[in-house]
C-alpha cells in the first residue's frame, strides 16, 4: 500500500510541477525583468507544455544561467519555509533542477560554443538534482541501495516517463533523443542519491498522506482547465498564433532552452 500511494502520487504531482518550473524558470524571470526595466515583454507560449515569455531586446542573461539563478533561488526559497518537510516539495525541487539542466544540454551539443560553461552548469544543476533527490529519500526511507532507488523510480522516474508518454502523443516534435535528455540525467541521480548512506533516524518512513495526494490531483486538474480556457480565449484573438516568423524564432529558443515549441516553423 505505501508503494501504490508513493507512485499514486507521483503519477498526480508530477504534471502541476513540471509546469510550475517551467513557469518560474521560463516565464517569471523575462516578466520581472520586463516590470523593472520598463520594457515590454511577450507572451512566446501558455500551453500544456509550458509558459514562456521574452522582455525586451537585449537580454540581460542568457537562458540557461537564468534557470539556473531562479532555480536555486526557488529550492533556497523551499528549504528555508521547510516545504522539503512534504514529498512534493523535495519532488519541486528535482523538477527545478531538472528544468534547468535542458537549456544547459541543448548549449553544450552547440558545436559553436564553448564546453567549459555549459559543462560547470551541468554539474551545478545535476548536483542540485541530487539534493533534491535525497531531501526525497529522507521522507521515503529506505535502508539498502535497491530499496532507495526502488522508492525514487516510483516517486520520480515512472510518472515522469508516464508524462512524456502522454506529451510524446500529444506533441510529434518529442523524438527520443528530447526524452533521454529528460530521463538519463534524472535516471542517473536517483541511482548517486540512491548510493548515499542514510543517515541515522534519518525521515519518519511514514505512509504517504492521502490528503497530499488529493491536494496534487486537485492542483493538476485545475491547471489544466486553466489552460483549456486561456489557450481558447487567446485562439480568439490570435488567431494565427501557431506561425512564429523566422524573426522571432531566436527569442523562442532562448526562452525555452533545450526544447522546440510545436509552433516554430522548420524552413527558417
Not at 91 to 103: K, R
Not at 122 to 127: E, P
Not at 152 to 173: E, H
Not at 193 to 210: C, K, Q, W
Request: aromatic share 12%.
Amino acid at each position: 500500500m505505501r508503494w501504490l500511494r508513493l507512485l499514486s502520487l507521483g503519477l498526480a504531482s508530477v504534471y502541476p510541477l513540471y509546469w510550475t518550473a517551467q513557469f518560474v524558470l521560463f516565464f517569471l524571470p523575462e516578466s520581472l525583468f520586463a516590470f523593472w526595466f520598463h520594457q515590454p515583454v511577450q507572451v512566446v507560449s501558455i500551453s500544456y507544455l509550458q509558459a514562456t515569455a521574452t522582455a525586451g531586446s537585449q537580454p540581460m542573461l542568457p537562458a540557461h544561467w537564468e534557470a539556473l539563478i531562479f532555480a536555486g533561488f526557488f529550492t533556497t526559497l523551499i528549504v528555508a519555509v521547510r516545504g522539503d518537510r512534504f514529498l512534493t516539495g523535495s519532488l519541486a525541487i528535482v523538477l527545478l533542477a531538472q528544468s534547468a539542466l535542458l537549456p544547459f544540454l541543448s548549449h553544450l551539443r552547440d558545436p559553436r560554443s564553448s564546453w567549459a560553461e555549459p559543462a560547470a552548469g551541468c554539474a551545478a544543476v545535476f548536483l542540485l538534482m541530487i539534493f533534491g533527490l535525497c531531501r526525497v529519500l529522507r521522507r521515503t526511507g529506505g535502508l539498502n541501495f535497491i530499496d532507495r532507488l526502488a522508492l525514487l523510480s516510483l516517486l520520480a522516474v515512472l510518472p515522469q516517463a508516464a508524462l512524456w508518454l502522454v506529451f510524446r502523443m500529444a506533441y510529434p516534435y518529442f523524438g527520443t533523443r528530447f526524452l533521454l535528455l529528460l530521463l538519463v540525467p534524472l535516471y542517473l541521480a536517483a541511482i548517486l542519491a540512491a548510493a548515499v548512506p542514510p543517515r541515522i533516524g534519518e525521515g519518519d518512513f511514514s505512509i504517504v498522506p492521502l490528503t497530499e495526494i488529493l491536494a496534487t490531483s486537485t492542483a493538476a486538474a485545475l491547471l489544466i482547465v486553466a489552460i483549456t480556457l486561456s489557450s481558447r480565449s487567446t485562439s480568439a484573438y490570435y488567431p494565427a498564433r501557431q506561425h512564429l516568423s523566422c524573426k522571432q524564432r531566436p527569442a523562442v529558443a532562448r526562452a525555452v532552452g533545450a526544447g522546440a515549441l510545436p509552433e516554430m516553423p522548420a524552413g527558417c
